[in-house]
């Protein structure tokens, strides 16, 4: 199972307004860069992998892993499109994704990732051939020296690019190419179709053995309704519009606080659904911190799902409901006391 870190904490610079148009941010030490047409000579010349990189699973890290070794002495670079292509061909789908844009960076700076090039994915770019996606945005625009893919990609207008064309268009344009077996387990095949699946099922240590980390809900603590201070368990309330969301009900979780003045570390049970108790309401995210006291409204926490306890339950009073909070928070300090 994953190790009990400490992760570092980056703050995002946005560049001034006046800057060039591809809006570059940094996080840490990596450099976002968000449109191929213009971008800096420091920035070229990587050894990028390419794909979605939805949840930064064993199977992306392995490719991330060529591409560092494939040319270790060129900036490691990920290539990667927001939206989603997915969310961009069917945006009146069901929320799919395992981490938004901002958690996936800042995962992959974690994993010491030196250029993220996130693409923004529009109708230019989606109308482009593999053979002109190949030339203007891997070779004339990011200047790439090597490309790592898994064995499955496809690219360009309609998904008619594939590796073996992928290869050719490197050999005559000047960029290496490296296709990644895909990686499996005593579960299977490593995908993103297979993680969501677990989680579906209230099966997040599962999950976590194909991502290789527990999975992880990253947001901003917004305003509750303050029914759990009410109950004597407060709660930190975040938003999963966007997200894949998990089995509803409650689990034992780990929170990192990651600014603020009570940026941390500490357990915890969440609640992920719509609180039957109180009538239907917006599917959320509510935390409970275990021996904290404190203020976390607008900071920023990364909530890992580490056990289900239960389904969401509607009692018969809250008497009733504050009896099982108890029990819950007392299962999920045995569970987390032996990580």
């Not at 061909?89 to 990732?113: C, E, N, Q, T, W």
């Not at 051939?129 to 360009?156: E, I, M, N, S, Y």
């Not at 490296?178 to 677990?198: C, D, H, Q």
Request: a neutral charge.
């Amino acid at each position: 199972m994953p190790a009990r870190t400490t992760a570092r904490h980056h703050h995002f610079r946005r560049l001034p307004s006046c800057a060039a148009p591809d809006a570059r941010l940094t996080l840490g030490a990596m450099r976002i860069i968000r449109d191929y047409q213009f971008v800096e000579p420091r920035d070229r010349g990587a050894s990028a992998a390419i794909g979605n990189f939805d949840g930064v699973h064993l199977g992306h890290q392995a490719v991330i892993d060529l591409a560092r070794q494939a040319l270790p002495d060129a900036p490691l670079g990920i290539v990667t499109f927001e939206p989603h292509p997915r969310e961009f061909f069917h945006p009146d789908s069901k929320p799919f994704r395992l981490m938004g844009s901002a958690a996936r960076a800042s995962r992959l700076a974690k994993l010491g990732v030196d250029r993220l090039y996130e693409l923004n994915f529009n109708t230019a770019l989606a109308a482009l051939t593999p053979q002109a996606f190949a030339q203007k945005v891997l070779a004339d625009g990011l200047g790439l020296r090597h490309v790592v893919v898994g064995a499955d990609f496809c690219f360009g207008n309609h998904r008619a690019g594939t590796v073996s064309d992928l290869q050719r268009f490197g050999a005559e344009m000047g960029f290496g190419v490296t296709v990644a077996e895909l990686v499996e387990n005593a579960a299977g095949r490593v995908s993103s179709t297979s993680i969501r699946a677990a989680l579906t099922e209230g099966r997040p240590r599962d999950a976590a053995t194909q991502l290789g980390h527990w999975h992880r809900i990253e947001g901003t603590v917004i305003g509750g309704e303050q029914r759990g201070r009410e109950l004597g368990f407060p709660t930190a309330n975040m938003n999963i519009d966007g997200l894949h969301p998990p089995k509803f009900g409650v689990y034992a979780v780990l929170v990192e606080v990651t600014d603020g003045p009570h940026k941390g570390r500490y357990q915890g049970a969440a609640s992920i659904g719509v609180r039957p108790m109180f009538g239907t309401n917006h599917a959320n995210l509510e935390t409970y911190l275990l021996d904290f006291k404190g203020d976390l409204y607008g900071a920023n926490l990364s909530v890992a799902l580490v056990e289900y306890l239960r389904g969401e339950e509607k009692f018969d009073g809250l008497d009733a409901l504050i009896t099982q909070m108890h029990a819950d928070v007392a299962r999920t300090r045995q569970i987390l006391d032996t990580l």
